[in-house]
């Protein structure tokens, strides 16, 4: 993946741009909870302990970052993916894998929220080792996943 694009911390810039290119069936589940994508995508980057941006050709093509409270041992994961970084799905999966392993550094738990309905992005999770949670948390209308370290 280094070979396709570079990886840089995040920032606020690419916010904008990446909304513009997220896949549409993120934008969807977004929509689909009253969320605007550019919005939700600025949420996110305000409220995360970390951010990542890989760049391709200078233009984001993918961002995500943990969050939650400081002084928690658990985090959730987001990951948004523009249309052309899913292009190339080894890669994407490749960065993904080494960059759980540094988010998962000092955190018993890390978590995810999946759209059931969203067949790219439960693949794309559960090759990166999350499975259904068995913590009694529901959130209507999404699957909650916890990493289970590794991956299958």
Do not use: N
Not at 97 to 110: D, N, P, Q, T
């Amino acid at each position: 993946m280094s070979d396709l694009y570079t990886v840089v911390p995040g920032s606020v810039f690419h916010v904008k741009q990446l909304s513009r290119t997220l896949r549409p069936a993120a934008c969807a589940t977004l929509r689909q909870f009253g969320a605007d994508p550019r919005r939700a995508l600025h949420r996110a980057f305000i409220g995360s302990r970390t951010v990542r941006t890989a760049l391709l050709d200078g233009f984001p093509a993918a961002m995500w970052g943990t969050t939650g409270p400081a002084l928690c041992d658990h985090a959730f994961v987001w990951v948004a993916l523009s249309q052309q970084a899913v292009r190339w799905p080894l890669a994407i999966v490749r960065r993904a894998r080494e960059e759980l392993a540094g988010m998962s550094g000092g955190l018993r738990c890390l978590y995810a929220t999946v759209a059931p309905d969203d067949e790219r992005a439960m693949l794309f999770a559960r090759s990166l080792g999350f499975a259904p949670s068995a913590q009694d948390y529901e959130i209507p209308g999404l699957s909650l996943l916890e990493f289970a370290g590794g991956h299958p």
